[in-house]
């Protein structure tokens, strides 16, 4: 057994546990180990009855407000496990301060982090606030709703309806993001040459509406990953790399990204492949595993991500991962996901179709292509 982003031990029940307790109540939960040193080896307690009374007195009268845990006795090696549950009453705070966990470490959270905490114990969404600009106009938004879903009605009850408006605060920063004009970062695209210190192109849209954003980027795309073959009298639409494929990462990309960071998305495009970056890891009640294996959804942007279902650029909430991988089923090279604390990072490689391999040799090809899109 060793120490985890969930998982510290301590020989002794001194009060650095109680920052532990802060991250562990403030996210995704953990198990503290008293009587146990740093490499893993059991040292046990002098008197585990006392020690757990000290941990009891310790939690109450430290952290604020109070954390859900447990205390179990293990008597045979005179150790004491203490679990932690994520709270629904965040921040929980040590001497005013809230913490997280980073790797092993147990750290204080800066400010954007704490005032995430805020929100997510008052069970609002960033989204959800009032944006700072009121003077929004909704060309494009009206355009795509006519376009798709043929509402013919523009008005404020429209915005009601998609929780972009209310009578209380005005329009919400998800109102903000869909505005033709806002003052919220979008997209930085790059095609590089055999290297990335050549560039043959730039583009970036920023300070638009997302719906364009998203439109203008799937029209870069097609420069470059696109093109017409000629077969007879007929022309057939060539896709290097899957459109759906790539509409459906950028999507994601601009509904589950943390709009509270003023980072761009990052799309680097290459020969071989395309990487899309978005600021912002995985949002609070999903799992790493849940995220990559599809079967859990936790919407970071509700009320964004209800806009893009509406007009068709996602199908059912949480499956575009899911969604990418079947474009490339019968690919040779298969998209790649990578998950951090701040970023996601999709890689989708050019389409190969896979022809005349036996079963074990796709396999061993997928995981060769793992291993080259990571180099």
Same mark, same amino acid.
């Given at each position: ?16 546990? %109680? #920052? *532990? ?7 995704? @939960?953990?198990?503290?180990?008293? $009587? +146990? ?121 429209? %915005? #009601? *309806? ?7 605060? @005005?329009?919400?920063?998800?109102? $903000? +993001? ?198």
């Amino acid at each position: 057994m060793r120490e985890t982003r969930t998982t510290e031990f301590k020989e002794r029940i001194t009060n650095t546990f %109680l #920052k *532990t307790v802060s991250a562990f109540s403030n996210y995704d @939960g953990g198990e503290i180990f008293f $009587g +146990i040193d740093d490499n893993g080896k059991v040292k046990g307690l002098s008197d585990v009855k006392q020690a757990c009374l000290d941990i009891e007195n310790k939690i109450n009268d430290s952290i604020t407000p109070q954390p859900d845990y447990t205390l179990e006795l293990q008597n045979d090696d005179r150790t004491i496990k203490l679990t932690v549950k994520s709270g629904m009453q965040k921040p929980y705070l040590y001497k005013s301060k809230a913490y997280k966990r980073n790797d092993t470490a147990t750290i204080e959270v800066d400010t954007l982090e704490l005032s995430r905490l805020i929100l997510e114990g008052k069970n609002i969404r960033f989204e959800e606030l009032r944006c700072e600009e009121q003077d929004l106009t909704f060309d494009t938004l009206c355009q795509k709703l006519k376009e798709c879903i043929q509402i013919e009605t523009f008005n404020q009850d429209t %915005l #009601k *309806t998609l929780n972009l408006y209310n009578s209380t605060i @005005g329009y919400n920063n998800a109102a $903000g +993001i869909l505005a033709d004009k806002n003052h919220f970062p979008g997209i930085d695209m790059v095609k590089f040459g055999e290297n990335i210190s050549v560039i043959h192109k730039r583009a970036t849209f920023d300070h638009i509406s997302i719906l364009e954003v998203y439109e203008k980027t799937a029209e870069v795309f097609k420069d470059y990953y696109e093109y017409e073959e000629i077969q007879g009298t007929d022309r057939k639409k060539i896709e290097k790399i899957p459109e759906a494929a790539f509409r459906e990462a950028i999507a994601n990309a601009l509904i589950h990204r943390a709009w509270d960071m003023d980072s761009q998305i990052k799309v680097s495009m290459f020969d071989d492949r395309i990487e899309i970056i978005s600021p912002g890891g995985l949002p609070s009640g999903i799992t790493e595993d849940e995220y990559l294996s599809g079967k859990l959804s936790a919407l970071r942007n509700r009320n964004l991500a209800n806009v893009f279902y509406r007009l068709g650029f996602v199908e059912i909430f949480g499956t575009g991962i899911t969604r990418i991988k079947q474009l490339y089923k019968e690919g040779l090279m298969q998209p790649d996901f990578e998950v951090s604390e701040n970023t996601i990072k999709i890689v989708l490689p050019v389409f190969e179709k896979n022809l005349n391999l036996t079963e074990d040799e796709r396999i061993l090809y997928k995981i060769l292509s793992r291993t080259m899109l990571k180099s």
